[in-house]
């Protein structure tokens, strides 16, 4: 995949941005070690990774004190057709995929509080 970035525009970014490679590593969900192979090496940066460096390069949102108090974290499992997916219109509004996925969880939580309430205290029946 092209995506048009190097590893000179990754580092200049992330000091622009004033982040360092432990968040960015942190965002990536791999080890710091790897954002270091990534930008010090000719190693290909993944696929994935590409698409949320880019989408988190597109973001007003990704500086340090927009992401303050950001401390509780989620695993989500997505094919890579839905991550792509997250990734473009992430992109679109200009937030990073987390923000996003963030941004519509919570409008399904307060947009229906009682419902998703009711039906976790009822124990909704499990489709077989």
């Not at 997505?78 to 219109?89: A, G, N, V």
């Amino acid at each position: 995949m092209d995506s048009g970035l190097d590893s000179k525009e990754i580092i200049s970014w992330l000091k622009a941005a004033g982040h360092d490679r432990f968040w960015l590593a942190e965002s990536c969900g791999v080890q710091k070690r790897t954002v270091d192979n990534w930008l010090s090496s000719s190693r290909v940066i993944p696929r994935k990774a590409l698409l949320i460096i880019k989408s988190l390069m597109a973001s007003k949102l990704s500086s340090p004190a927009a992401m303050a108090g950001v401390a509780q974290n989620l695993e989500l499992h997505f094919s890579e057709k839905e991550f792509e997916s997250i990734c473009d219109i992430a992109q679109v509004l200009k937030l990073s995929p987390v923000q996003w996925v963030e941004a519509e969880v919570l409008k399904v939580i307060h947009s229906e509080p009682y419902r998703v309430l009711r039906a976790l205290s009822q124990g909704e029946p499990k489709s077989d």
